[in-house]
């Protein structure tokens, strides 16, 4: 493990304790499931982990904020003004990692694990493809809210820019109070109700062709190990890894072995609130 994969995983600690003590259903999912069987542990090369629960259990755990210890934060649109996703991350705010995407955001930039939710996709068996347009819309309206980023800081080198770009920030704001965008891209989401579906996913996923499976893939859940400690991943993992991604033992050609977060600043030790200042970013 790398020094970062290292902090993900006191992450990851922190969140199965709470998971455990509230009687959470958690799986890990995407890469950081493919990790787990294939490699014990993290991709050599990942720089995140992704969990995932059914709704019921995620809307719980979007409450035990006062669970945590105190330099963690769960993050939502609801408790993070300007954070624009509709999905959780789990942060903690003592350290640092600025991603480049989100590097004029104003919102908590600790180091976090993912916390996605389960939702029901369709109350009949189909074709996994033809529910991707669910998650495309989905990622069309996560897209549209992108615009509050615009927001700078403004500098004497840049003031015209800086200008332009914040007053296009702020006119999307006043169209979007409350963030009503998340609201509905929330009710959207858990139309079909997780208990009465036959195939569930997660609609913030990457894999749009691919995100609806049996429920009955998350019914139970499976012991296994990731570096040296136990977690949860789907009780038919093998099932689920291969309607994911094909060949899954396979190792991928050696120029896509590569994180996919890029940080214009990263810190193990150093709240992002202090980072900020002293970097001037």
């Known amino acids: 493990m790398n020094d970062l994969q290292k902090k993900l995983l006191e992450i990851l600690k922190e969140f199965i304790r709470v998971c455990e003590e509230e009687h959470l259903t958690y799986f890990l999912v995407g890469g950081t499931c493919l990790g787990a069987i294939r490699h014990q542990g993290f991709i050599p090369w990942d720089d995140d982990v992704d969990v995932a629960m059914p709704r019921p259990d995620y809307e719980k755990f979007l409450t035990l904020q006062h669970k945590f210890k105190k330099n963690y934060f769960i993050q939502t649109y609801k408790t993070d003004k300007n954070y624009i996703l509709n999905f959780a991350k789990l942060r903690d705010s003592s350290t640092t990692f600025i991603e480049d995407f989100y590097r004029t955001f104003q919102i908590n930039h600790g180091i976090w694990i993912d916390v996605f939710p389960l939702d029901g996709m369709s109350k009949k068996n189909k074709k996994p493809a033809s529910l991707a347009y669910k998650v495309r819309y989905v990622w069309w309206n ?26 296009v920030s702020i006119l999307f704001f006043w169209l979007n109070i409350c963030h009503l965008r998340n609201k509905w891209t929330d009710h959207y989401m858990k139309r079909i109700p997780y208990e009465k579906a036959y195939l569930v996913g997660n609609l913030v996923g990457n894999n749009h062709k691919k995100e609806a499976m049996p429920k009955s893939l998350f019914e139970s859940s499976k012991k296994v190990l990731f570096e040296g400690i136990e977690v949860n991943v789907p009780y038919d993992y093998d099932k689920y ?9 396979k190792l991928p050609p050696i120029d896509k072995q590569f994180g996919h977060h890029h940080n214009k600043g990263l810190s193990l030790t150093i709240g992002y609130k202090d980072y900020i200042k002293e970097h001037r970013l």
Not at 150 to 156: S, T, Y
Not at 243 to 248: E, H, I, K, M, Q
């Open 241 to 249: 890894l291969t309607l994911l991604f094909n060949d899954y033992m």
């Open 142 to 167: 996560t897209f549209m809210m992108y615009l509050p980023g615009l927001r700078r800081k403004i500098r004497k080198q840049t003031f015209f820019k800086d200008i332009s770009l914040s007053l």
